[in-house]
């Protein structure tokens, strides 16, 4: 039976939520992971070091036991510099949304002015802080992402010294962006690897499946398999996870977000495998975030064997129910207890 | 206040189900329609005469005391001429799916050969009785219209006397093919008017919008509006209202279907106002229906009145309920009682 060992896997982009739901979720990511860039996109958003730091206690009280580093983030405002050194240590990365753009979201940035920014930016790449972008337009929802592709050019030459993260990039032509500028890097989820709009909607309409930005054509997955199979150095694995209540999922108006953190893992082993690509899992989702990020690996491994995995039809603790992608489905690798 | 009186309308392109959603929605659409094209994907599909005229039986229970002339369809298998000569006058056209491409299409198509095509197409030329098409490939979701057009080219080509309808088209593409040749006409639906993927998943996740074909771009729907509000000769309104039981739309694995039976004229009559084209409503919801199939207009006039309009949050009989599209949205314009 074939073993597949990753040493420190970590999530660089997960969304854990608060109070109950957080209970649920961050022991799920925390058993498998050795840390994760936590988004701030909480109500009302974490954009001051005490709700900051606050946030990071209760995190890590709902963790368990487990060894798990929560990297966190600021949400994305005009900050003084002085404001900025002072936190600097208890973040990895400012994250900034457009306004409006996904979940908890309004009070994001409303036009793209690259003088109005640049104070912040600036002492940012001063303070070496990594930006970390939701990149879309507030344009037709197949088109947010190139539409916003502009965007991320132009930051990326205003401030060549900004390390900038696109975040979960979703079509050929980030892809191609992404490795235009040195100092633009890109992180990818597990079901952008995996799904494209004909598994939302193709047949029957999938809610578990939908999230932003949506997942794309055939053409922009092989792109995103390829770039992420190859262990490409700026290309780093974060999930997206984003859970929300099954009864949200599940009804008009539905929330947008795939609940991942439990079986991504897994579904990348399964997918390097099929590429032959399993000697790069490790570049993608560890080593070019250490790279990256500067992070330290910390002496968790995860080993997978080749043996069949039902996927829960849900998680749930206390009044919390979590439906993950690919419910009741089989996953062809497991991870050793 | 303004009033709009439309003379005979006419859908077609119906879905009236069976049973108890039969007996809640069929008297919704004979209210204010004369009449119907009535779809028959019906679990088995309506393929014999015996089963034909009795569903025709069942609708004219259902319909009230309403002037509504339910005009029935066979669903396209390979039939012989004499088949085809009996059953003649007591259908209006043959609706022919490609296999699995909506809900209960499984036995439809799977080949598009205009060889094996030819004897059943050849009598439906020699008969007159029109070949109404669901096109679409089973390629990705956004493209299986634009995949199907060569096939509704070749069959145009190649039987040059038969009426063909490209039924419910929602790509400029399909807009620009129809006008190409003499022997294709085009039905439109109220939602591929009105909405455009954005309104499916561009915010939240909304099921009741999700349908078969799929809604598309913004400029798709641009040239959908501009032939129709042209009133252009080819062209009619085809509602595909199509009801799913609210908790099969709210919930995972969703039905594809949207109602707009009830508020299907209302919202024509908003669309056309607010495109400066009233003057073309009377041609897209029946004199051009009538030219094509040689119907005959009842005397049944309907009366639309510039007052806001409250769309139901549902409508419901018995044990059935269904959603409206725009539930709960104010229309402009009200039909006079």
Redesign the interface.
Known sequence: MQTVILNSPFDMHLHLRDDEMLKLVAPLSSKTFSGALIMPNLMPPVDAKEALLFYKQRIKKAIGDNDFAPMMTLFFKNYSKEFLEDIKDEIIAVKLYPAGITTNSDGGVEVFDTVELAPTLNAMSELNIPLSIHGESNG???DRETEFLPVYESLAIAFPKLKIIMEHITTKEAVDLVQKYDNLYATITAHHLTL???D???N?????L?CKP?VK??KDREALVKIATSGHPKIMFGSDSAPHLKEN????????GIFTAPIALQILVQLFNDNNKLENLQKFVSDNACNIYGLKPNKKTITFKEKDFKIPDFYEKGTQKV?PMYAGEILKWSIEA
């Open positions: 037709y929802v197949m494209t709009l004909d939302v909607l193709g029957m309409l999938k809610p578990h939908f949506i054509s055939y999922k599940e009804k008009d108006n539905a929330a947008a439906v």
